[in-house]
Nanobody, 124 residues
Framework: QVQLVESGGGLVQAGGSLRLSCAAS????????MGWFRQAPGKEREFVAA????????YYADSVKGRFTISRDNAKNTVYLQMNSLKPEDTAVYYC?????????????????WGQGTQVTVSS
């Protein structure tokens, strides 16, 4: 069981950077793979990035590869998403999610717990 709270969203100009954080409450954070998803108005929830329990393996959507970096600090019960070279099409609500029982990290339906989301807006 884990509860997630995102922070770090905001308004930024194209080409700028933001760092999102997701703080988890619970004693078994390291037992969960973690993912970031985003959803823009009128669009489906979209995979962004994921990280395995150990933090050794990471995965990215093609649209953000080379620009975004996911990381985790199990001692702090926190997962991060560093976003660089932001584009207007990155504008969305960003959610962090935790997976315990699933195995496929690209599908939001495989995750067990979700945060409330944080808004990221990138202006032209």
């Amino acid at each position: 069981q884990v509860q997630l709270v995102e922070s770090g969203g905001g308004l930024v100009q194209a080409g700028g950077s933001l760092r999102l954080s997701c703080a988890a409450s619970g004693r078994t954070f390291s037992s969960y793979a973690m993912g970031w998803f985003r959803q823009a108005p009128g669009k489906e929830r979209e995979f962004v990035a994921a990280i395995r329990r150990s933090g050794i393996s990471t995965y990215y959507a093609d649209s953000v590869k080379g620009r975004f970096t996911i990381s985790r600090d199990n001692a702090k019960n926190t997962v991060y998403l560093q976003m660089n070279s932001l584009k207007p099409e990155d504008t969305a609500v960003y959610y962090c999610a935790a997976q315990y029982s699933g195995s496929y990290l690209y599908n939001w339906r495989e995750y067990d717990y979700w945060g409330q989301g944080t808004q990221v807006t990138v202006s032209s």
